[in-house]
């Protein structure tokens, strides 16, 4: 069973809007991350959230985490075509050597 | 935007034949990665590197995957007999420490076993 996992599988809004993914995770971690990954590219950083961190923003994105509830969320606002993509969060279940475990993904799709 | 270079973009191979897969890590990162990624989007962890040292991997990598990190040369994946379970994106990634940092991924080498 995986390690993280996103609640969602798709979903979708029109540019303009604002949504949120969440994320669910099982073991103690010292950070989470959110990645973004659009078709045919690899997946590309979003935020990094140590464990010890409340919320961190990095534009229009905002991610939460909650250690007691093993769970985060990512926020996007103002949304655009271009923030289409599939959306994974990943652990590190407290890896040594910063292996990341990722839930498999929801599709974010942002119609005009 | 990530420097990881993988090559080739895809690849086409008959059960039994061997795959390679190569990768450049961003200039300066000692840590690379290889993951597996499924067509549902799944990602598997198969083995990390520093330098040309195999930090973790696990056992399926060990036993029909053989990986190496030279000096001076790109970084390589190779399945010695492909299976058909083997069909996949498979994505390079580097860092500049092997514990909690950034990680940048390549476009990947999507592998197609026939």
């Known amino acids: 069973s995986q390690l993280a996992e996103e609640n969602s599988w798709a979903l979708s809004v029109h540019e303009g809007e604002s949504v949120t993914v969440n994320c669910s995770y099982k073991t103690s971690i010292t950070a989470l991350q959110w990645y973004r990954q659009k078709s045919g590219k690899g997946p590309a950083q979003l935020i990094l959230?140590?464990?010890?961190?409340r919320e961190k923003r990095n534009g229009r994105l905002r991610a939460t985490l909650d250690t007691s509830s093993q769970s985060s969320s990512l926020s996007i606002t103002a949304t655009r075509c271009e923030d289409t993509a599939v959306y994974f969060c990943?652990?590190?279940?407290?890896?040594?050597?910063?292996?990341?475990?990722f839930g498999s993904g929801t599709k974010l799709t942002v119609e005009p | 935007n990530s420097k990881v270079i993988q090559t080739p973009r895809y690849l086409v191979k008959g059960q039994g034949q061997k795959a390679k897969m190569r990768c450049i890590p961003e200039k300066g990162h000692p840590v690379v990665f290889w993951y597996q990624q499924n067509k549902n989007n799944e990602f598997k962890f198969l083995i990390n590197f520093q330098n040309q040292e195999v930090l973790q991997q696990i056992d399926m990598t060990e036993k029909r995957f053989s990986a190496e990190c030279p000096s001076n040369s790109p970084c390589s994946l190779e399945i010695q007999s492909s299976e058909a379970g083997d069909s996949a994106l498979y994505l390079c990634?580097?860092?500049?420490?092997?514990?909690?940092?950034?990680?940048?991924f390549g476009k990947g080498t999507r592998l197609t076993v026939v």
């Open positions: 959230i140590r464990s010890n961190e």
């Open positions: 990943a652990t590190d279940a407290r890896s040594n050597y910063n292996v990341l475990y």
């Open positions: 990634a580097s860092s500049l420490s092997p514990a909690n940092t950034e990680v940048f």
